[in-house]
């Protein structure tokens, strides 16, 4: 065998061997049972997941949503850059949520589009809405929280027409103690929260009553109520880290926590504020709600804290996700909200996968009836051409869409074109009697500018799709540029290849073709 076929042979196996294990992961977890998956960890199966087809919105299933920023408490100047650090802040939530190839698109001057491909519908919804203002507020003095509700339960006496203001109020009647805390249970939250709004005129200006979480205690759900100092001690802008930990209740060994880090800057503020307050609460409130109220037993100079409650592992970590990303300059409302259901994606794989089988066995029928011989050759190379089509789109870690797979059967066909040029080149000089090596030699040489142009046309209309297009115009852009290049190394080199194999040292005595 001749030294430049030995490389070539080389390169082609080579390169076949580099698609077969690019598609090995897909390939693996496209024949896991249900069962298997369960088996396996989940840090096993996220990395088969990371490596195999990124499938998009519309064949994974997943949310699309289209926000719009909330303008109504922000002031003119606010209003300017509202949109941008919203789009910005909600980009670094979802990339460190672990959506891949999410879309997060500005619409118009105040909306935004979010499209999120295999998502659970309520925790994403969670992530994006949640507006994630942290502040660090000192709990009030006993003493104050005493006489501010003794105030709020004689105001309501008085308004109410009691006339014994010395016996229980209606407000006093609704709480209970549990522990060191002032509790509401479940039944009676909203009947509390009319009377704090009808009371609020009595609370003192330098103070205010914020709602812990709801919590659960010998099957009873009750929500704890705080007096807070209306001023911040500190605010989100102070947390440099947020990461999710084990075992920081005492309480809950085994519960998950989100522990905070602190800015060079603010540890030295929280060192000052906990070594000034000692037993004293510090109440950690998160978008109005107090997440939770520790005792400041010490001095803490290193600028960490944490924020422990009744979090679910994802819970826990989708809080720490939106401290790190940082509060969205203003609420966002969704305005459209449409879910993608998975069966209708796999109805869509199906479909595409079953269009590309028709359309491949319909070119393969047709070149080898017409070219015979020459034409399994171009059979081998076309089902070729389809495995490094999809290891480059598995490598490059792109997005598979369902304009995405119409453009794999579209290079089915472009794959063929330029065989079909070669091929009518050789029959012309097998025709004027030249013998198979020299009508080989001769038809790919004069057949190869014609390739190289139609190639080139069809891939910069394709790069200019790319180039403007957005979501499904881009899948469909990207699998035609990679199958374009592609199409040309199967027909240029791999064909060329065989031909030399089976021609070298005159083996070859005719060529159906």
């Known amino acids: ?239 440099a880290d947020a990461r999710v930990a084990v075992g920081g209740d005492p309480e809950r060994p085994n519960a998950p926590y989100v522990r905070l880090t602190m800015t060079r800057r603010a540890s030295g503020k929280f060192a000052a504020i906990t070594g000034a307050n000692i037993d004293r609460r510090l109440a950690i409130v998160l978008d109005g709600v107090v997440k939770s109220a520790p005792v400041i037993r010490e001095k803490i100079p290193g600028g ?67 070219y015979s011989f020459a034409g399994s050759i171009a059979g081998i190379a076309l089902i070729l051409n389809l495995i490094l089509l999809l290891a480059f789109l598995s490598g490059f870690r792109a997005t598979l869409t369902l304009p995405g797979i119409a453009g794999v059967i579209l290079t089915v066909g472009i794959a063929v074109d330029a065989n079909v040029l070669i091929f009518e080149r050789i029959r012309e000089e097998l025709r004027v009697g030249k013998t198979i090596r020299t009508a080989i030699d001769t038809g790919y040489s004069r057949a190869f500018r014609t390739i190289l142009d139609a190639n080139l046309t069809t891939l910069f209309t394709a790069l200019i799709l790319y180039w403007f297009g957005t979501g499904p115009i881009k899948g469909f852009a990207v699998t035609l540029s990679i199958g374009i290049v592609v199409s040309f190394f199967t027909a240029i080199v791999f064909t060329r290849l065989i031909f030399d194999i089976l021609t070298a040292k005159s083996r070859m005595k005719t060529l159906r073709i």
Do not use: C
């Open 304 to 370: 960490r804290s944490q924020i422990t409650g009744s979090f679910s592992v994802d819970e826990a970590k989708d809080l720490s996700i939106v401290l790190r990303a940082g509060a969205l300059p203003a609420p966002v409302n969704i305005l459209e909200e449409r879910t993608v259901g998975p069966s209708l994606g796999a109805d869509s794989i199906r479909k595409g996968i079953r269009a590309s089988i028709y359309g491949g066995i319909a070119v393969l029928l047709f070149i080898l009836i017409y």
């Open 1 to 239: 065998m001749a030294r430049g076929i030995r490389w070539r042979l080389i390169l082609v196996l080579v390169i076949l061997g580099i698609a077969v294990w690019q598609l090995y992961p897909s390939i693996r977890l496209a024949t896991l049972s249900e069962e298997e998956k369960s088996e396996m960890s989940t840090e096993e199966l996220i990395r088969l997941q990371k490596k195999a087809f990124h499938l998009g919105l519309d064949l994974q299933g997943g949310m699309y949503i289209v926000l719009e920023v909330d303008r109504t408490d922000l002031n003119d100047e606010e209003v300017k850059d509202a949109t941008e650090r919203a789009l910005e802040i909600m980009r670094n939530r979802i990339d460190q949520f672990g959506v891949y190839e999410p879309s997060i698109q500005r619409q118009g001057t105040y909306r935004m589009v979010v499209q999120l491909p295999g998502v659970d519908r309520e925790r994403a919804k969670s992530l994006i809405e949640r507006t994630a203002f942290l502040e660090f507020k000192l709990v009030a003095e006993a003493i104050e929280t005493k006489e501010t509700f003794d105030s709020i339960d004689q105001f309501l006496q008085e308004k109410r027409g009691d006339q014994d203001t010395t016996e229980i109020g209606p407000f006093y009647s609704s709480l209970l103690q549990v522990g060191g805390d002032v509790v509401v249970t479940a039944d009676k939250v909203d009947e509390v929260r009319e009377m704090l709004t009808e009371a609020e005129e009595v609370v003192p200006d330098e103070l205010m009553i914020l709602w812990g979480e709801e919590q659960e205690m010998r099957g009873i759900a009750y929500r704890p109520l705080y007096l807070l100092k209306k001023d911040a001690e500190l605010t989100g802008d102070a947390i």
